[in-house]
């Protein structure tokens, strides 16, 4: 099944039932919903698709669990410590890495356990930092693990298969490379304000640099002291920079055709532009959301527990307090789905999850929030694949489980 800018087209024969139910026709979606799609050109000749609410907005769709894997108190392969990756195989099987104890577990479609690779340690098939998963060619995952070197390469069933000498710097708490039609990886890569994006080829030669986006910052000199999103303080001869909270980072995706989706830091509208390579910056998406304020009392409550941590380190200056926003950044997170349709998580008042969903040229075609009990863990993008989604989500513990839903139309009150 596909969302497509003005209709909706049945993929599978398997899905038309549902289709039929939970995406009738995207043209006739957005009617009964009461959101209007305008489409300009920019003067840099690039184009702009302006999608605008109605005043009472809501969801259309809700996401229904229907399968959970994970165990608050087992000591079998469902009992997850930390994931750091989740990738979805043909057929609906599915794979996480547990980067606690360094392992790759394959879990069927109806959550039962299949295999578990990988451990920590330094030999073939073994992983000393591994941090997330990717999808590569002929259904096998490639696992990064730049503590030890190396891309790992498995076939979910029979294991380790081979692994590819890499360097390519500190990659993060969790990984944010991609896999590029099957063919490329590409992997974001900073330092200081030089940004660009490394391609590799599938044997981990480097083969390209891009810049990461339409704008790319200056390449000038990194200066700590004037970053607009962090606050610093000279400390004991040196220097510490904290990030300011409610700052609108940059958020930005790498689609799996290399085109980069990304707002621009700073900047807390619902403004998304997409950027190739071959052809530059091609599309701008905004979407006319209401902000959504920051309660008084939390904005209060994180200044104020910065100012102990800087009483209890024994310094007598404060920050610019007036830095810290009052409204949150429109957009929180960009993924895509199978489909080629752009999901972007953006703020509700309720403080529940909810993902605006576009076709490739930015029509809004609805939006899906969360159902009760989901708990996003959000370093960790979904995976969406026709109306099925599988994602990671944490209990009042946080311990951490697998969760698969369906898409059903919303029958919750506005958000």
Sequence with gaps: MKWHGTCCIRMRSTLIGMASVVLIGCNDTASRSGWTTVRDTLPSGRARVTNIPPANVSPTWTLVEELRVGSVDGDGPDGFAYLKGLVVLDGGAFAVLDSQVQELRVFGP?????????????????FMDANGLMLGPNGRIWVPDERNGRMSVFDPEAGYIESFPFDGGYSGWVWNGAMVDGSRIYRPWSGGNREQIRVYDLTMTRIDSLPPSADPPEDEEYDPASQPGTFYLERDGGYMVYGIPFFAAEVRHIDARG????????????RITRWQAESGATLMVETRRPPVPV???ERDSVIDGMREMLSSMGVGGQFDWSRVPNIRPAVEAIFQSAEGNL??????????????VYSGDGAWLGTVSLGPGLNLFGPVVPVVRGELVWLIVTDELDVSYVVRGRITPADRPPS
């Excluded at 085109?259 to 619902?270: C, F, I, L, N, Q």
């Design 259 to 270: 085109a980069v989706w990304s707002t621009r830091a700073g900047d807390p509208e619902y």
């Design 295 to 297: 309660p008084a009392v």
């Design 110 to 126: 109806d959550g039962s356990h299949l295999a578990t690779h990988g451990g920590r340690g330094q030999g073939p098939g073994e």
């Design 343 to 356: 999901w972007v998580r953006t703020p509700s008042r309720d403080n529940g999850v909810l993902f605006d």
